[in-house]
Each structure stands twice: as structure tokens, then as C-alpha cells.
């Protein structure tokens, strides 16, 4: 791959807006993500982070402004047309959306059984593989309904990279996990960019992930994006609203809501 | 029409641009999953995804349907015995009692059966995925949920409602004629000589008809009101309701319109024919 083509962003958002009924969820978001990096969208939760990764994979539209994914646009795109696209994408949901009715297994070749022509001997070989990858060897059999929420995350992030893609977005990968699931799903993002090269979007409100995993962090609040820099910027930026969710404060409006004082921070 | 102006508008405004908007959106479904089972005959792997569905709607219906059909047999005969023996018409009342099983009862209730064993199911099945994010992930992953989904349910309650419908129906005449032939003495020839004048091919043609579109409107209803429904337990719950009270009053509803029509070829083919 020509380094002119490297420089190029994979992903783009133009100018977009969304809204649902009263709620206006995004005003003229404009981003866009360069090749081969971690980009990680903090923000409040029902700021839209989830919103944005399904307009990155053609889930949702936008109302106005465009997409753009490695320089095509996608947004008006139909579902048929979107699926060369989505095949070089993975999708790793908040709760995983495993199917139940399949085993681990079957999840994981799910994929390349509906794209591909590969025979099953091949399909076994890449479940084991991802399977290996995501330290979960030997679960293939077992159903989602027997699997911890930490073990869903790991094969839905496997049944995301089976087809190899160039992209992975992560719907908060870290949420509900204790601290040391958390950081053996950060190992695996980080593991998947030096191994695969692969480009992720990563949605999250934990910042210590965000600042493990991060190569530029985008912060997300009242529909625009507010912060953008590299995790180093973000531990010493001075901006209150970045600043509060940075250090995980509730802000003086909450407070008086809940008839308390906001507390002497002794800055 | 901004949010804020509907709020001023009478509540009849709302209700009825919901109600057109939702038939709009079913007419956009309904015509995706024929399109989808029609491009979808060629391949392979999509009778895959049909074999589980058939056996699931036909082969594990097939006891309540079987019941079903012979108990509507038995209370038909049950309830005309009485005024037929009074003008000592008896033996006659094998032309009504199979006549109404296969033209009226034997699909109309099949279907209704159905509504409720596989509708219900079908409803909370894919109304899950929908909550739990499984039918977008099929999206994200290139999958068309409506020809993975929605097409394989609808064709096989399609396929299969006509011939559960044929299974009612023999229940039901076993069961009218239990009644009547053996339990209350009416002569067996006669029974079965007038049903005989009585029910012929386009009869029993009416009823697998109606088998067919019943089994279609309730496997379409049930699968959009799944794809459709609200987040959480609560729109699963509210989805199945919805899902079976709207597939039985299409159902009636279709069974008016289909009778007046296949009444009016029939007449107009053969002629009025009288029982009594």
C-alpha cells in the first residue's frame, strides 16, 4: 500500500447531523479517521457515541452531511450496495448481539460462511485461530448463554475480526467488565492494531482504556465534537466540560438538582 | 411537521398518521420479504435457513391442530343435532357440519391456532434479536435480516397453514361424524352420501386458499410487529400481544373477504346449490 493511500483518512464524516424526534443528537459533526491509528470517542452516555459508530458501518443515516468510508460514499447507499463495505468492516456491540441460537462456533464462522466459499474443514481452522487469538480456546461448542459477559465480548470480538477486516469499531468494549477483563480487552485492541493493522473506532466512557488504547481520543458533547487530541493533550487540557468528564465529576448543575453542594475540589 | 406542531393538532391527527404510517411501512416489508423469498428460491443455502422453520410451524403444530379440529367437528355436531332431529333432518347433517369445517372452521381456526403457537414465538424470537441488537449485527455484517429472518417464517407459515388446514378439516369430519353417527345413532350412509353431494373440490380448494393467505398475513404480522417492536422486555412483551390480536382480526377479516368472493365465483360457476 502507496503511502499517498496511507495519508488518505479510511473512514470521513462530513458535516453530519441526526436527529431523533426532539432530540438532536448530532449538529454538523465533521471527523475524520486516519489509516491504521485508534481513534477513541469519549463522551456522557446518550451523547451519541454509539449513534456515530453506526453511521461508520451504514446502520444508521444521517440526515444531512455525508459519509465516506475509504474514499466512497456511503450514506446513500443500499443495503446491498453497503455490503462489500461492511465486509471490510467488523462491529463489536456494547452486549456483544451474539446469536443464541448458534454455538461459539457457529458464530464465528457466521461470516465467512455467508461471504465466503470456504469449506468447512478451513472455516474450523479460522474459529480456532480468532478463538486463539481472544483466549478463548476450546469454547467453540459452548452457547452464548453459558459464557460470562467478559467471555461474550471476547467471541463477539472474534466473530468481528473473522473475516480479516481493515476496520473495527468497538461499542464500549471495556463497560461492565472489572478492571482486569477491561485491560485484557485493551491488550487485545492494541494486539489487533500491531498484528493486523487494522484502523478502530472505539466507543467508550472509560478513560483509562481510552488512554491505553488511544492514538488521538475525540470527545463528543451537545451534538458536537468539543476536544480532539492525543491522550497526553487530554491528561493536562484545562477546558472545564473535557476537564470535569476527564476526572469523572458530576457538574453544579446535577448537584443543585440534587440539593447538594458542589464539593471543594482545592483548585 | 415539526414535533411541536403535532402536539396542537386532536389526538385523532396522531393516531391516524401512526396508523397509515405503520400500514405504509408493513406494505414496505410485506413486499421485501416476497422479493426476498422470489430472487431467493435459486440458492441453496436459503432452503437451509427454510427446513428448520417447516418443521418447527408444520411438523410441531400438528397436535394442536389435530385437537383443534376435532373438537370444532364434535361441537358443530353437538349444537345442530338438536334442531335438525327436531324437523327430522338428521341425516342431513353431514352436508352442514363438514361443509362449515372445510369451507369456514377448519381454516379459520387452524389459523388462528397458528397465530397464536407460531405467531407468538415468531414474534418474541425475532423481537429479542431486535432488543438485543442481533438483527442489526446481521446488518453490520452484510446480511439482509429480512432474507436470513423474516423470509424463511413467512414461507414456511405460507407453505404450511393450507396443509395443517387439510389435517383440521379430517379431524373435523372425524369429529362431527363421532358425534352424530356414533354417539347419537343418525344412519352412517346417508350421513356421509349427503355430505358427499354437498362438499366437493372447490369446498375444500376455498379452504386451503384461505390456509394460505391466513398463513402469510400471520407469519408477516408476526415478524414485522417483532422487527418493529420497542426496547426492552416490555416491547417484546407488548410485540407478541400486538402480533396475535392483529393476525386474528386480519384473519376474520380475510375470511369475510375471501367468502364473499369465492361465494360469488362459486354461484357463478355452478349456480346456487341448497342444502336442505
Not at chain 1, 183 to 193: M, S, Y
Not at chain 2, 28 to 50: E, Y
Not at chain 2, 60 to 69: A, D, E, K, W
Request: hydrophobic share 45%; net charge neutral; with cysteine.
Amino acid at each position: 500500500m502507496g503511502d499517498t493511500q496511507n495519508h488518505k483518512p479510511i473512514i470521513e464524516l462530513q458535516q453530519v447531523s441526526k436527529r431523533f424526534g426532539a432530540l438532536q443528537v448530532f449538529k454538523d459533526v465533521s471527523l475524520a479517521l486516519p489509516r491504521g491509528k485508534t481513534t477513541v470517542v469519549i463522551g456522557e452516555s446518550g451523547v451519541g457515541k454509539s449513534v456515530l459508530l453506526k453511521h461508520i458501518v451504514g446502520l444508521l443515516r444521517p440526515d444531512s452531511g455525508r459519509v465516506y468510508f475509504d474514499g466512497r460514499r456511503i450514506d446513500n447507499q443500499n443495503e446491498q450496495q453497503l455490503v462489500p463495505i461492511r465486509r471490510r468492516m467488523g462491529f463489536l456491540f456494547q452486549l456483544g448481539a451474539l446469536f443464541d441460537s448458534m454455538t461459539v462456533a457457529e458464530n464465528i464462522a457466521f461470516p465467512l460462511a455467508e461471504h465466503t466459499e470456504r469449506s468447512a474443514e478451513e472455516m474450523d481452522a479460522v474459529v480456532a485461530e480468532k478463538l486463539r487469538m481472544v483466549g478463548l480456546e476450546g469454547l467453540g461448542p459452548r452457547r452464548p448463554g453459558e459464557l460470562s459477559g467478559g467471555q461474550k465480548k471476547r467471541v463477539a470480538l472474534a466473530r468481528a475480526i473473522s473475516l480479516d477486516p481493515e476496520v473495527v469499531l468497538y461499542d464500549e468494549p471495556t463497560t461492565g467488565l472489572d478492571p482486569v477483563r477491561a485491560d485484557v480487552i485493551n491488550e487485545l485492541i492494541l494486539k489487533l492494531e500491531r498484528e493486523l493493522h487494522v484502523t478502530s473506532v472505539v466507543v467508550t466512557h472509560d478513560m483509562t482504556s481510552a488512554y491505553k488504547v488511544a492514538d488521538r481520543i475525540v470527545m463528543l458533547y451537545e451534538g458536537r465534537i468539543i476536544a480532539d487530541g492525543t491522550p497526553d493533550w487530554f491528561k493536562t487540557c484545562g477546558e472545564p466540560t473535557v476537564r470535569r468528564f476527564v476526572d469523572g465529576r458530576a457538574n453544579p448543575e446535577d448537584l443543585e438538582a440534587l440539593d447538594l453542594q458542589p464539593k471543594d475540589t482545592g483548585e | 411537521m415539526s414535533d411541536a406542531q403535532a402536539g396542537q393538532l386532536p389526538r385523532w391527527w396522531s393516531w391516524s398518521r401512526q396508523l397509515v404510517d405503520g400500514l405504509g411501512s408493513f406494505w414496505v416489508f410485506a413486499g421485501q420479504t416476497a422479493w426476498c423469498t422470489v430472487r431467493g428460491i435459486v440458492r441453496l443455502a436459503n432452503w437451509r435457513l427454510l427446513t428448520p422453520q417447516l418443521y418447527e410451524v408444520g411438523y410441531r403444530s400438528l397436535p394442536v391442530i389435530l385437537i383443534t379440529g376435532a373438537f370444532v367437528g364434535m361441537v358443530l355436531a353437538v349444537q345442530a343435532l338438536a334442531q335438525f332431529r327436531a324437523v327430522g333432518l338428521e341425516e342431513r347433517m353431514g352436508a352442514i357440519v363438514n361443509l362449515s369445517v372445510v369451507r369456514e372452521l377448519g381454516p379459520v381456526l387452524a389459523g388462528i391456532m397458528l397465530a397464536g403457537r407460531i405467531g407468538g414465538a415468531l414474534t418474541a424470537e425475532i423481537g429479542t434479536m431486535n432488543v438485543t441488537e442481533q438483527i442489526d449485527a446481521l446488518r453490520s455484517m452484510g446480511v439482509d435480516p429480512i432474507r436470513y429472518l423474516v423470509a424463511p417464517r413467512v414461507l414456511a407459515c405460507f407453505l404450511l397453514t393450507p396443509m395443517l388446514t387439510l389435517f383440521a378439516d379430517f379431524t373435523g369430519a372425524l369429529g362431527g361424524w363421532f358425534v352424530s353417527v356414533v354417539q347419537s345413532g343418525v344412519d352412517a350412509g346417508p350421513y356421509w352420501d349427503y355430505t358427499r353431494t354437498a362438499v366437493d373440490n372447490f369446498d375444500l380448494f376455498s379452504g386451503i386458499l384461505k390456509g394460505a393467505f391466513f398463513g402469510a398475513a400471520l407469519g408477516l404480522i408476526s415478524c414485522y410487529k417483532g422487527f418493529y417492536c420497542k426496547a426492552g422486555a416490555e416491547g417484546v412483551g407488548r410485540a407478541c400481544t400486538s402480533a396475535f390480536v392483529t393476525s386474528f382480526i386480519v384473519i376474520l377479516a380475510l375470511d369475510y373477504v375471501l367468502a364473499l368472493i369465492l361465494n360469488s365465483i362459486s354461484e357463478r360457476l355452478w349456480g346456487f346449490q341448497s342444502l336442505l
